[in-house]
């Protein structure tokens, strides 16, 4: 085994998102501030900043504000504020426009800003390496390193240049280690090392099981008669039916419109594909007439945090941290986590620098639990706590009335005094025999269109010759089980086609996976039945690279 370099560092943090940027700007203002210095280093798994960024987006600014007062001055490209907020009801033909008054006030979008969340993460970016953060693109961290006492001492990258058989190519080099006094984790949704300490630390010993839900997201150019900037429209219903989602559309700048659909991944029917439930979506009346005569020019997929308040773990634990959508502060009803990802790594900075400036190392940051749980992080969540899981028990309709009841109390300050649970994703699939089957159209081509075709526009790419990064626990169990149970249900709820089942010579099905095609969305290692499905990191720079997204 090649010995792997090494590099020491303060603070190492893992995704150059919204909340790793976000941890590492506020511990270099702590440390300008002190006079002391403190050195940060941020690896990021895309190409680039921002090129595994998605999201739909629809930011409120209020941590921002906390974090860059002046960022409106710096270029932030916040600049289409949200003029219009719509929520429709869908039926298969017709909607209904719920009243602005019926909508608690925070779900009103006022004061909020629509744009491209990778280009947000590109300007934070900015701002950080201004202030001496160092960031690492193209470098996924793919090893938890552990000091003796069981604490952890950092990570390491993946190795580079090997062969899908694992053996060396003539291009190997070894991964680093990067070594710090305390790590944050700001891997998004599922990440893979947030997993392992998961499981390691027995994060969720004292919460519940987290849920997610599957965004999947076009980007469209549309003329400029139609366009119209700060337009936000947010419908439910059709064409879900025993399912949970809904669907999205924001004009944003350059006369371009995001537009998405989400479906919660509790789902049970295994027909169930929530990328043809998108395709679906945008042939209603409704929504055709936003985007009737423009062009798509970008697609993508990726897994939200569901779960809230109740789903939220252990946040530190010796020697790191969890942070942002690894610890999963995604508003359900406000189809928002931007704000509260970036506080979360506002805080977790806040408590590492009162270590670092006491020479403590490795040890738990046990001030970031307590500041998350008293901070306005805490107070949002709670008030909505029982909306995501009203719907899973009681469904659409009932659900929503459910949840709006509860909303409005929280919005007046009565809190009822139980929280609904969750039931883990993975656990809810009905059997084929139980399930009836899905007839999708197929794809127009102008409207509509099909899984490799949308792939394609995520410029997604991956070194052939490296090893598979889907793995599988048991080779066996996609046929014996998936298929013999629930008919292959991922080949349906991938959005990018990775999966699908072919026949041998000797007649047998045999699980074909494209990992080329992944997108890094997660949803096969969350739905998977049995749990036999692992995702792992790729070679580094691999994956999608977004653009505008």
Same mark, same amino acid.
């Given at each position: 085994?090649?010995?792997?370099?090494?590099?020491?560092?303060?603070?190492?943090?893992v995704?150059?998102?919204?909340?790793?940027?976000?941890?590492?700007?506020?511990?270099?203002?702590?440390?300008?501030?002190?006079?002391?210095?403190?050195?940060?280093?941020?690896?990021?798994?895309?190409?680039?900043?921002?090129a595994?960024?998605?999201?739909?987006?629809?930011?409120?600014?209020?941590?921002?504000?906390?974090?860059?007062?002046?960022?409106?001055?710096?270029?932030?490209?916040?600049?289409?504020?949200?003029?219009?907020?719509?929520?429709?009801?869908?039926?298969?033909?017709?909607?209904?426009?719920?009243?602005?008054?019926?909508?608690?006030?925070?779900?009103?979008?006022?004061?909020?800003y629509?744009?491209?969340?990778?280009?947000?993460?590109?300007?934070?970016?900015?701002?950080?390496?201004?202030?001496?953060?160092?960031?690492?693109?193209?470098?996924?961290?793919?090893?938890?390193?552990?000091?003796?006492?069981?604490?952890?001492?950092?990570?390491?990258?993946?190795?580079?240049?090997?062969?899908?058989?694992?053996?060396?190519?003539p291009?190997y080099?070894?991964?680093?280690?990067?070594?710090?006094?305390?790590?944050?984790?700001?891997?998004?949704? !599922?990440?893979?090392?947030?997993?392992?300490?998961?499981?390691?630390?027995?994060?969720?010993?004292?919460?519940?099981?987290?849920?997610?839900?599957?965004?999947?997201k076009?980007?469209?150019?549309?003329?400029?008669?139609?366009?119209?900037?700060?337009?936000?429209?947010?419908?439910?219903?059709?064409?879900?039916? #025993?399912?949970?989602?809904?669907?999205?559309?924001?004009?944003?700048?350059?006369?371009?419109?995001?537009?998405g659909?989400?479906?919660?991944? #509790?789902?049970?029917?295994?027909?169930?594909?929530?990328?043809?439930?998108?395709?679906?979506?945008?042939?209603?009346?409704?929504?055709r007439?936003?985007?009737?005569?423009?062009?798509?020019?970008?697609?993508?997929?990726r897994?939200?945090?569901?779960?809230?308040?109740q789903?939220?773990?252990?946040?530190?634990?010796?020697?790191g941290?969890?942070?942002?959508?690894?610890?999963?502060?995604?508003?359900?009803?406000?189809?928002?986590?931007t704000?509260?990802?970036?506080?979360?790594?506002?805080?977790?900075?806040?408590?590492?620098f009162?270590?670092?400036?006491?020479?403590?190392?490795?040890?738990?940051?046990?001030?970031?639990?307590?500041?998350? !749980?008293?901070?306005?992080?805490?107070?949002?969540?709670r008030?909505?706590?029982n909306?995501?899981?009203?719907v899973?028990?009681?469904?659409?309709?009932?659900?929503?009335?459910?949840?709006?009841?509860?909303?409005?109390?929280?919005?007046?300050?009565?809190?009822?005094?139980?929280?609904?649970?969750?039931?883990?994703?993975n656990?809810?699939?009905?059997?084929?025999?139980?399930?009836?089957?899905?007839?999708?159209?197929?794809?127009?081509?102008?409207?509509?269109?099909?899984?490799?075709?949308?792939?394609?526009?995520?410029?997604?790419?991956?070194?052939?010759?490296?090893?598979?990064?889907?793995?599988?626990? #048991?080779?066996?169990v996609?046929?014996?089980?998936?298929?013999?149970?629930?008919?292959?249900?991922?080949?349906?709820?991938?959005?990018?086609?990775?999966?699908?089942?072919?026949?041998?010579?000797n007649?047998?099905?045999?699980?074909q996976?494209?990992?080329?095609?992944?997108?890094?969305?997660?949803?096969?290692?969350?739905?998977?039945?049995?749990?036999?499905?692992?995702?792992?990191?790729?070679?580094?720079?691999?994956?999608?690279?977004?653009?505008?997204?």
């Amino acid at each position: 085994m090649s010995e792997r370099e090494s590099m020491a560092y303060d603070v190492v943090i893992v995704g150059a998102g919204p909340a790793g940027l976000s941890a590492a700007i506020r511990l270099k203002q702590l440390a300008a501030e002190a006079g002391r210095e403190i050195s940060v280093c941020i690896l990021e798994k895309g190409s680039e900043v921002g090129a595994h960024i998605l999201s739909g987006a629809v930011i409120d600014p209020k941590a921002l504000n906390e974090l860059i007062p002046d960022w409106n001055d710096k270029g932030s490209p916040l600049t289409v504020p949200v003029t219009e907020n719509h929520h429709w009801v869908l039926s298969k033909t017709g909607k209904f426009g719920m009243p602005h008054v019926a909508l608690p006030p925070f779900m009103r979008n006022k004061g909020t800003y629509t744009l491209s969340l990778g280009n947000f993460c590109r300007w934070l970016a900015g701002q950080a390496e201004e202030l001496g953060v160092e960031i690492f693109p193209g470098f996924p961290a793919a090893e938890v390193l552990f000091n003796e006492d069981g604490s952890v001492k950092g990570v390491a990258t993946g190795d580079m240049g090997l062969a899908r058989d694992g053996s060396h190519r003539p291009d190997y080099q070894p991964g680093m280690e990067l070594h710090a006094k305390y790590t944050f984790f700001a891997e998004g949704a !599922r990440g893979s090392l947030t997993k392992e300490l998961t499981r390691i630390f027995g994060l969720r010993d004292q919460s519940g099981p987290q849920v997610f839900g599957l965004g999947v997201k076009e980007l469209w150019e549309i003329p400029a008669d139609k366009h119209k900037p700060g337009r936000v429209i947010h419908s439910q219903g059709w064409p879900l039916d #025993d399912a949970w989602g809904g669907g999205f559309l924001y004009h944003q700048e350059n006369n371009q419109v995001a537009l998405g659909f989400v479906v919660a991944l #509790d789902y049970s029917n295994p027909y169930l594909s929530p990328f043809e439930e998108f395709q679906r979506w945008k042939t209603h009346p409704a929504i055709r007439a936003e985007i009737e005569g423009g062009r798509r020019l970008s697609y993508g997929a990726r897994a939200i945090n569901e779960g809230g308040w109740q789903a939220i773990p252990q946040l530190a634990f010796p020697g790191g941290a969890l942070i942002g959508c690894s610890a999963g502060f995604v508003n359900v009803p406000r189809i928002k986590g931007t704000h509260t990802a970036m506080k979360s790594g506002m805080l977790a900075a806040e408590a590492a620098f009162d270590a670092l400036c006491k020479d403590r190392s490795s040890d738990l940051l046990e001030a970031y639990e307590p500041s998350v !749980r008293s901070s306005w992080i805490d107070k949002e969540l709670r008030m909505v706590r029982n909306a995501q899981p009203a719907v899973a028990h009681f469904g659409g309709l009932l659900g929503t009335l459910y949840a709006g009841f509860d909303m409005w109390l929280g919005q007046l300050g009565i809190r009822l005094p139980w929280t609904l649970k969750h039931k883990a994703d993975n656990t809810t699939l009905r059997r084929k025999s139980e399930a009836k089957k899905i007839d999708y159209p197929k794809p127009d081509g102008v409207l509509t269109f099909d899984r490799l075709t949308s792939v394609f526009l995520s410029n997604t790419n991956h070194e052939e010759d490296q090893p598979v990064h889907l793995t599988l626990k #048991d080779a066996s169990v996609p046929v014996d089980v998936n298929l013999a149970l629930y008919d292959g249900p991922e080949q349906r709820y991938c959005p990018a086609g990775v999966y699908e089942f072919v026949e041998e010579p000797n007649g047998k099905p045999r699980l074909q996976i494209n990992a080329q095609n992944c997108v890094h969305c997660k949803t096969c290692d969350i739905k998977d039945p049995t749990q036999n499905i692992n995702w792992v990191t790729p070679e580094g720079g691999g994956g999608p690279n977004y653009p505008n997204m």
